[in-house]
């Protein structure tokens, strides 16, 4: 697995002058021995300004779209349905256009995928690959985007693979050492992806599944938790509070995350309505559907609905009476990181 480091920024002078910036503050810091203050916040490229729509979710489903055996979509089929997803979120008729919405010429694009559930419930390479396409649509050079992740097992289980994506695509895994100086949130302190870090703007692909700690984990989990040094942190009660309801909005509210985010595409081609978030067949179905928002609190509202309307299907119930309720969503809400209150959800539904 490729590192993503100093001898790939200085590949090109568009991402050499500003991914670095971070790198060589840390480094800087270091040798004078006495650590100051990091801005981990990302610069957006002058006179930029992503487009975004709070409450707003938008849901494509096409049956049909999986391949035989029913563990991986159909490349034409997931290229589609993320493209219609993107027009129908910003209204775009083209899908260069749609793209421009959210990323820049100039732009650092990082992909988060998600590959802990392993091969069969990871974030499928047709919805990757179709994201990497609509972001060098959009002007982006292929050299300045990289898929991101947390182990290299991970990004294994998504079968992304650099010789089938446009030359000059790279892979980053941080594998819990390619970090951060350590930063504080409210919750505890933690170091960020250095990866994350050298990307200007960040695309989530997160997955919809059952989660046995915090009830749920999509678009903010996938990001919270797969891109810091201690997930593990993050999921303990302290001091006699339910800490899981704060803790994954506190990391994602950070600038390093915050700042970045420009999209999520939510691949729903199966969803783990139980005993997630590692793979559980006796619990994964097909569903068919790839999701797209810029609000990470709707998406992941619309994702928990989901679940819970797997489990009732399936006589199970629902992750509030089982005691799991995702109740971070509402305080991601209240700090102001989207919308979880149900009522205040667009949610567009799309079949093709």
């Not at 704060?246 to 509210?253: E, F, M, S, V």
Request: charged share 20%; hydrophobic share 40%.
């Amino acid at each position: 697995m490729e590192s993503f480091d100093r001898r790939d920024f200085l590949a090109g002078a568009a991402v050499g002058a500003g991914a670095l910036a971070f790198a060589s503050e840390a480094e800087a810091q270091s040798a004078r021995g006495a650590p100051a203050p990091v801005n981990f916040a990302a610069t957006r490229p002058a006179g930029f300004t992503p487009w975004t729509q709070n409450g707003k979710v938008v849901r494509v489903t096409k049956p049909g779209s999986m391949r035989a055996g029913n563990l991986f979509p159909k490349v034409e089929d997931a290229a589609a349905m993320v493209e219609r997803a993107v027009k129908e979120l910003t209204g775009e008729s083209t899908l260069a256009g749609a793209w421009r919405k959210f990323v820049h010429p100039s732009d650092v694009v990082g992909i988060k995928v998600n590959g802990l559930g392993l091969r069969n419930m990871a974030s499928n390479k047709e919805v990757v690959y179709a994201i990497v396409n609509g972001v060098i649509a959009a002007g982006v050079p292929a050299a300045n985007v990289v898929v991101l992740e947390q182990w290299s097992g991970f990004l294994n289980a998504t079968r992304v693979s650099r010789s089938e994506m446009p030359q000059g695509v790279r892979t980053h895994v941080h594998a819990g050492t390619d970090l951060s100086p350590e930063t504080r949130v409210p919750s505890g302190r933690t170091r960020y992806s250095r990866g994350l870090l050298g990307c200007t703007a960040i695309i989530g692909v997160p997955l919809v599944k059952d989660h046995s700690l915090s009830g749920f984990t999509g678009a903010m989990k996938n990001l919270t938790h797969g891109l810091v040094k201690n997930p593990e942190d993050f999921h303990r009660n302290r001091d006699g509070l339910n800490s899981r309801n704060r803790n994954i909005p506190d990391l994602y509210a950070h600038d390093a995350i915050k700042s970045r985010v420009r999209l999520h595409i939510m691949d729903a081609f199966k969803v783990l309505y139980d005993r997630g978030p590692q793979d559980n067949p006796a619990a994964r179905v097909v569903y068919e559907t790839v999701m797209a928002s810029t609000d990470p609190v709707a998406i992941d509202a619309i994702g928990t609905e989901i679940v819970d309307e797997q489990r009732t299907s399936h006589g199970m119930r629902t992750l509030e009476r089982s005691g799991r309720a995702v109740r971070y969503l509402a305080h991601a809400e209240q700090m102001g990181l989207g919308i979880a209150e149900r009522s205040r959800i667009n949610l567009v539904n799309v079949r093709m």
